[in-house]
């Protein structure tokens, strides 16, 4: 079982480049999402989708660019990357969307495995 | 906003030592609330779950039990083994429908 595949699994990148982390998952989730994980902060969330075509803000959203045009894929954009946005990053599915209390969809989230990105 | 603020790490246990890790959160209304473990290399993986008051969460030797009097999560294991070394995050999923997560707290279990 592939799961959530996140590449790359390392990167560096100099002041003012570009990427875009790539996350794919193969359960047929409805929910995707990305956070960033940073010492003594947890993780944050930074975009999430409920579906393809379907994104929205999270906590951290400025910076990254996201985009859901299919059900597996929601690939991650750094327009202009920054030493601020060194960080573990990870994404995360869903089967359904998030709810609340004991009335929620599957509340389960699968990670992958991370990706560590430095910006010098 | 909603929030969750754990016990400070690290922390290293022997063998068969009791854990406790304390977690606690704020948040509006009646949020589910979550242990996540992370192991080396890993992404984190969903280790148990409350969803109501009073409800005791359980997976792999490990309980925690959701307390709205004291708006704790605490999560326990009566007798840790090395394979438990790991980070530990506490979470909770309120009125927002998002994950707020806890900063970790790191176990090291020694032989």
């Known amino acids: 079982n592939a799961g959530v595949t996140q590449t790359p699994k390392f990167q560096v990148l100099k002041t003012g480049q570009s990427m875009t982390l790539q996350c794919a998952q193969d359960m047929n989730h409805e929910y995707m999402s990305w956070y960033r994980q940073d010492p003594g902060m947890g993780l944050r969330l930074i975009h999430y989708?409920?579906?393809?075509?379907?994104?929205d803000q999270g906590e951290v959203p400025n910076g990254y660019n996201v985009s859901r045009s299919t059900t597996e894929d929601f690939p991650l954009r750094l327009l202009s990357a920054a030493p601020s946005q060194t960080s573990v990053y990870f994404c995360?599915?869903?089967?359904?969307?998030?709810?609340?209390?004991?009335?929620?969809?599957?509340?389960?989230?699968?990670f992958g495995s991370g990706t560590q990105l430095s910006v010098l | 906003g909603d929030s969750v603020t754990q016990m400070e790490g690290p922390v290293t246990l022997s063998e068969e030592a009791f854990l406790t890790i304390n977690c606690t959160y704020t948040?509006?209304?009646?949020?589910?609330l979550f242990w996540y473990v992370q192991y080396p290399g890993e992404g984190l993986q969903l280790l148990l779950k409350?969803?109501?008051?009073?409800d005791k969460g359980s997976n792999k030797g490990f309980e925690a039990t959701y307390r709205k009097e004291t708006t704790s999560f605490h999560l326990e294991k009566g007798s840790v083994q090395v394979s438990d070394s790991a980070v530990y995050f506490c979470a909770l999923r309120g009125s927002a429908r998002q994950l707020t997560f806890g900063s970790g707290t790191q176990l090291t279990v020694l032989p």
């Open positions: 948040a509006t209304g009646y949020p589910s």
């Open positions: 409350a969803t109501k008051a009073d």
């Open positions: 995360a599915s869903s089967f359904g969307t998030p709810g609340q209390g004991a009335g929620a969809t599957n509340e389960k989230l699968f």
């Open positions: 989708s409920v579906g393809a075509g379907i994104t």
